[in-house]
């Protein structure tokens, strides 16, 4: 889902303003900006994976404003990133659309919490939990992070823009419900999907592009 020119009021976008810049300053004091700097490796990894994540936000679907479906993206990510580097990539993406005419100034804020802040936040505590709880396999990481958490993200930044736009207003619960809610789970299964065959490759044939996994702990030591 993504805001439009005119669909919040003041009020509620302030509070976007203000969660946004928080989530981004987070983000930018915990970069690991002198490791970007001298590492060709990883600037080549993060300019690249924002091209592909700009391509993935390109190709959408709606019917009314606000209510436009795309594949996230953002679990895998942030998984290969870190939750830090990827809301600094999924931001320029957002600049970008927004320089093409897909996303709106006005809605910057709120796509910005609800596309890339909290789905990169949600992905870190999933990987966290997976990682501190349950065991140290290939698998578990893989299912867990990768398939499960982009799942779960995506639902959670869906529901997100929907209580926003219900809670302000812009549209009553029956139709959010008749025009996305209802889809949802249509939208969880593709996204795990393409999120889990991307690490999965990865993991297999890269496995030192992810910066959330150690191939030591969950495949030299099993």
């Not at 203000?18 to 970069?31: D, K, N, S, Y």
């Not at 990883?42 to 936000?57: E, I, P």
């Not at 404003?65 to 580097?85: E, Q, Y």
């Not at 990865?202 to 592009?209: A, K, L, N, S, T």
Request: with cysteine; net charge negative; glycine share 10%.
């Amino acid at each position: 889902m993504n805001i439009t020119d005119g669909l919040l009021t003041g009020t509620w976008l302030w509070l976007l303003h203000a969660l946004f810049v928080a989530g981004f300053a987070a983000a930018c004091v915990t970069a690991p900006w002198s490791l970007l700097a001298n590492n060709r490796g990883l600037q080549h990894l993060f300019f690249g994976v924002t091209v592909v994540l700009m391509v993935m936000w390109v190709m959408r679907a709606g019917i009314s404003p606000g209510l436009s479906i795309h594949f996230l993206g953002v679990t895998a990510l942030t998984l290969i990133l870190g939750w830090d580097l990827a809301i600094l990539s999924a931001t320029l993406v957002l600049i970008a659309m927004t320089l093409v005419g897909n996303e709106s100034w006005q809605g910057f804020s709120a796509n910005g919490v609800c596309l890339v802040i909290i789905p990169a936040l949600l992905t870190h505590v999933i990987q966290q939990l997976v990682g501190r709880y349950l065991p140290k396999n290939f698998f578990v990481y893989l299912f867990g992070c990768g398939f499960l958490g982009a799942s779960v993200v995506v639902a959670i930044s869906g529901l997100s823009m929907s209580l926003l736009l219900w809670i302000d207003g812009v549209y009553p619960w029956a139709k959010i419900s008749h025009e996305y809610i209802s889809y949802l789970p249509l939208i969880m299964f593709p996204e795990a999907l393409m999120n889990g065959i991307l690490m999965t490759g990865i993991m297999v044939f890269y496995p030192d592009w992810i910066r959330t996994f150690d191939a030591r702990v969950y495949i030299d030591e099993q």
